[in-house]
């Protein structure tokens, strides 16, 4: 079966400081990824997505990036962290169609003091 | 452009009685809809989708969902809400294109009173 496994999953880091999470899928190949960021009262706001390995689409001009090193493997980054970056950060894969909708990671709640 | 909206952000229910959670989409293609659920803290878990054919769908913990093409609605709805329903919900439409994400509405927040 497939799971999604997304770390840390909680995490406080400094104004200015880098920023890196991590998602990685098991159990299928060619995941189509995502990452969300979901605020108080905002719902989910799109990211990134990526069809494949080196292929990313930004969503939301922003202070963030990502990057698909590997075929199951999706990472979130920034090199100087804003107060306003702070929220909860959610993982997903889908299939290639979308058909089947997403499975989320358990996500990680970044705040930036 | 393609919206989803949920236009109640905050329902209360009592324990034993029906439910139903209000989505109006907005679509160009025929859409494929879903309904997700988060407890506080925890990643989203899909409750049901519908794709085509029979506009009544079965979910999961006893949810149900119609899709009312005329309406451009995906309303869910579970006969009796038990206490551990209360959660955030959120609907979601999608193309079932490759290369194309969901778009979700902003949650329903539902509490169960005893």
């Known amino acids: 079966s497939q799971t999604i496994h997304q770390w840390p999953a909680t995490l406080v880091q400094p104004v200015g400081s880098p920023l890196s999470l991590e998602c990685t899928v098991e159990?299928?190949?060619?995941?189509?990824l995502y990452w969300y960021r979901q605020a108080a009262g905002r719902g989910l706001q799109l990211l990134f997505y990526s069809v494949g390995i080196g292929q990313i689409s930004s969503e939301v001009p922003q202070n963030l990036s990502a990057s698909r090193p590997q075929d199951r493997q999706f990472i979130l980054s920034s090199k100087k962290l804003l107060l306003s970056d702070s929220g909860f950060y959610l993982c997903?894969?889908?299939?290639?169609?979308?058909?089947?909708?997403?499975?989320f990671g358990s996500g990680t709640r970044l705040t930036v003091v | 452009a393609q919206s989803v909206t949920q236009p109640d952000i905050h329902i209360t229910v009592s324990e034993g009685a029906s439910l139903e959670l209000r989505c109006n989409y907005s679509?160009?293609?025929?859409?494929?809809l879903f309904w997700y659920v988060q407890s506080p803290g925890q990643g989203l878990q899909l409750l049901l989708k519908?794709?085509?054919?029979?506009?009544l769908v079965q979910g999961i913990k006893g949810f149900e969902a119609e899709f009312k093409r005329s309406q451009s609605s995906f309303n869910l709805r579970k006969p009796s809400v038990h206490w551990s329903d209360a959660a955030e919900y959120f609907c979601a439409v999608g193309d079932g294109q490759a290369g194309t994400a969901l778009i979700f509405g902003k949650g329903t927040t539902l509490s169960v009173s005893s």
């Open positions: 997903a894969w889908g299939r290639m169609t979308g058909v089947g909708g997403y499975t």
């Open positions: 519908y794709f085509s054919g029979d506009t």
């Open positions: 159990g299928t190949s060619n995941p189509n």
């Open positions: 679509y160009g293609a025929t859409p494929y």
